[in-house]
């Protein structure tokens, strides 16, 4: 499949899951892991880490939904202090749709070589162009900075005595994001190579797939 057409139908799939309820979540599902089956692959370490590296987001989205939704208290016992019914299943909702997006991240490096995403992100980034963007610049840093989600360390370094509480874990987290961050958006200009995969435009039948993501996640929201 044309990488073009692997990182729309990402987008379109990321999309449907982020806007859905648990109808779009189990559809998901089954695209995702019909996905994993008809390519043969399997999670990758990087995929494993990614998951890894977001386990404070999902404590940050359980505190969020469980105790700032109002609704039937989960433990009635605790009063005003209870988490509510409707926050765990907005919190399990929104963190089973991110694990889902982050498998399709895992799946779509997986399919789609450094080149051929360059390619893709620069086909799709010269939609930008009237507004004055480069198509080049865009393609390079969104490459790069995939390339630094899938290589950034949350662990602090071995020569920095260990955090003193949760609060410096989390500040040394993020100081961690940012530096990769600021680190993709620096990296010196390179020559982008992308003509081998556009020339020619993906085959018309191609667009079936992010065509039918759109329809199956809308459909069901429709009936739903």
């Given at each position: 499949m044309h990488p073009l057409v692997r990182v729309v139908s990402f987008?379109?799939?990321s999309l449907g899951l982020s806007l859905g309820q648990w109808p779009e979540l189990l559809l998901g599902?089954?695209?995702l892991a019909g996905g994993y089956w008809r390519s043969g692959r399997r999670l990758s370490r990087q995929g494993r880490r990614m998951l890894a590296r977001l386990r404070w987001f999902f404590l940050s989205i359980a505190v969020l939904y469980l105790w700032f939704t109002p609704g039937e208290?989960?433990?009635p016992a605790?009063?005003?202090a209870s988490p509510s019914w409707p926050g765990l299943l907005q919190g399990l909702l929104r963190a089973g749709s991110l694990i889902l997006i982050v498998l399709a991240v895992d799946l779509l490096l997986q399919l789609t070589p450094r080149d051929q995403m360059l390619g893709a992100l620069y086909r799709l980034a010269g939609l930008l162009r009237p507004l004055g963007v480069s198509s080049e610049r865009f393609?390079?840093?969104m490459s790069l900075t995939l390339e630094a989600v899938g290589s950034i360390s949350l662990q602090p370094e071995a020569t920095e005595p260990r955090p003193a509480g949760w609060r410096r874990r989390l500040q040394q987290m993020s100081e961690a994001l940012l530096a990769?961050?600021?680190r993709a958006l620096r990296a010196p200009a390179q020559t982008l190579e992308v003509e081998i995969l556009l020339d020619e435009a993906p085959p018309s039948w191609q667009w079936g797939l992010p065509v039918f993501l759109v329809a199956a996640f809308w459909g069901v929201g429709i009936l739903t």
């Amino acid at each position: 499949m044309h990488p073009l057409v692997r990182v729309v139908s990402f987008m379109a799939f990321s999309l449907g899951l982020s806007l859905g309820q648990w109808p779009e979540l189990l559809l998901g599902s089954v695209v995702l892991a019909g996905g994993y089956w008809r390519s043969g692959r399997r999670l990758s370490r990087q995929g494993r880490r990614m998951l890894a590296r977001l386990r404070w987001f999902f404590l940050s989205i359980a505190v969020l939904y469980l105790w700032f939704t109002p609704g039937e208290a989960l433990l009635p016992a605790l009063g005003a202090a209870s988490p509510s019914w409707p926050g765990l299943l907005q919190g399990l909702l929104r963190a089973g749709s991110l694990i889902l997006i982050v498998l399709a991240v895992d799946l779509l490096l997986q399919l789609t070589p450094r080149d051929q995403m360059l390619g893709a992100l620069y086909r799709l980034a010269g939609l930008l162009r009237p507004l004055g963007v480069s198509s080049e610049r865009f393609a390079l840093r969104m490459s790069l900075t995939l390339e630094a989600v899938g290589s950034i360390s949350l662990q602090p370094e071995a020569t920095e005595p260990r955090p003193a509480g949760w609060r410096r874990r989390l500040q040394q987290m993020s100081e961690a994001l940012l530096a990769q961050w600021h680190r993709a958006l620096r990296a010196p200009a390179q020559t982008l190579e992308v003509e081998i995969l556009l020339d020619e435009a993906p085959p018309s039948w191609q667009w079936g797939l992010p065509v039918f993501l759109v329809a199956a996640f809308w459909g069901v929201g429709i009936l739903t």
